[in-house]
């Protein structure tokens, strides 16, 4: 999930749900790796996130994997 704050965005893992991050835009999160749906909604670590790549329900959207 995507929850807001004063300083950015925390991004919380959908599927581990101990991933934890703040990211000041999206953007910043993916070049991270991590994955966010088209809705915004969901969001999956660079760990996590190569599993829910060819899920085509709620559309993970990567735009490309460091390394
Ligand atoms: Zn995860």
Do not use: L, P, V, Y
């Given at each position: 999930?995507?929850?807001r704050?004063?300083?950015g965005r925390v991004y919380v893992c959908d599927?581990?749900?101990t991933a934890i991050k703040t990211f000041v835009?999206?953007?910043?999160a993916r070049l991270e790796?991590?994955?966010i749906s088209r809705d915004y909604k969901r969001c999956y670590c660079p760990h996590c996130a190569p599993g829910h790549?060819?899920?085509g329900k709620y559309g993970p959207k990567i735009i490309r994997q460091e390394g």
């Open positions: 999930m995507i929850n704050n004063e300083g599927d581990c749900k835009s999206m953007r910043a790796g991590w994955a790549r060819h899920t």
